[in-house]
T-cell receptor, first 112, second 113 residues
Framework: DAGVTQSPTHLIKTRGQQVTLRCSPKSGHDTVSWYQQALGQGPQFIFQYYEEEERQRGNFPDRFSGHQFPNYSSELNVNALLLGDSALYLC???????????FGNGTRLTVT | GEDVEQSLFLSVREGDSSVINCTYTDSSSTYLYWYKQEPGAGLQLLTYIFSNMDMKQDQRLTVLLNKKDKHLSLRIADTQTGDSAIYFCAESPDQTGANNLFFGTGTRLTVIP
């Protein structure tokens, strides 16, 4: 039973560029959440997708956007990258809103 | 707003018990979680407890919840070198739904052989 998978594992981008990160949820899960984890910090909630719509959003600017596809997989897009966007981006999935989150191994984004 | 606090470091000897503590601010939290993160990896769900419970035991793990003091602890019995990792406490405030988690900064557990 595959868990949450994310791609790519590592990414290096230049300031001002755009990036797309991808996530496939654990089998049987329909809800996908994205978190940003800066070095030495706990993860911070970006947003959550359910039924292909953004349901909740954390305190992140509009440069951060996402999408959920009919097969429940999801993308996180970040435009106009800043140096401060360098972080580990974690995808988590769950079965609806009332079950624990299962996390992937993350995508390490470095902005130079 | 929500605030979750943990001590940054803990060192224990192999075979001893480890106790990792966490305090949170949101009294309406319905779920409280413990996650483990090893170097270069994502977060592994260890255990979670509903806010109407005082204790939950799962093999070597014991979670204690003092809702009055908003204090959560994770006890690892017979700590092994493979338990060395960062442990995150997280709360799920009731008003935002079960999936919007607020994390502490993590406690780095070092197990000394």
């Amino acid at each position: 039973d595959a868990g949450v998978t994310q791609s790519p594992t590592h990414l290096i981008k230049t300031r001002g560029q755009q990036v797309t990160l991808r996530c496939s949820p654990k089998s049987g899960h329909d809800t996908v959440s994205w978190y940003q984890q800066a070095l030495g910090q706990g993860p911070q909630f970006i947003f959550q997708y359910y039924e292909e719509e953004e349901r909740q959003r954390g305190n992140f600017p509009d440069r951060f956007s996402g999408h959920q596809f009919p097969n429940y997989s999801s993308e996180l897009n970040v435009n106009a990258l800043l140096l401060g966007d360098s972080a580990l981006y974690l995808c988590a999935s769950s079965m609806g809103f009332n079950s624990p989150l299962h996390f992937g191994n993350g995508t390490r984004l470095t902005v130079t | 707003g929500e605030d979750v606090e943990q001590s940054l470091f803990l060192s224990v000897r192999e075979g001893d018990s480890s106790v990792i503590n966490c305090t949170y601010t949101d009294s309406s939290s319905t779920y409280l979680y413990w996650y483990k993160q090893e170097p270069g990896a994502g977060l592994q769900l260890l255990t979670y407890i509903f806010s109407n419970m005082d204790m939950k035991q799962d093999q070597r793990l014991t979670v204690l919840l003092n809702k009055k003091d908003k204090h959560l602890s994770l006890r690892i019995a017979d700590t092994q070198t493979g338990d060395s990792a960062i442990y995150f406490c997280a709360e799920s405030p009731d008003q935002t739904g079960a999936n919007n988690l607020f994390f502490g900064t993590g406690t780095r557990l070092t197990v000394i052989p």
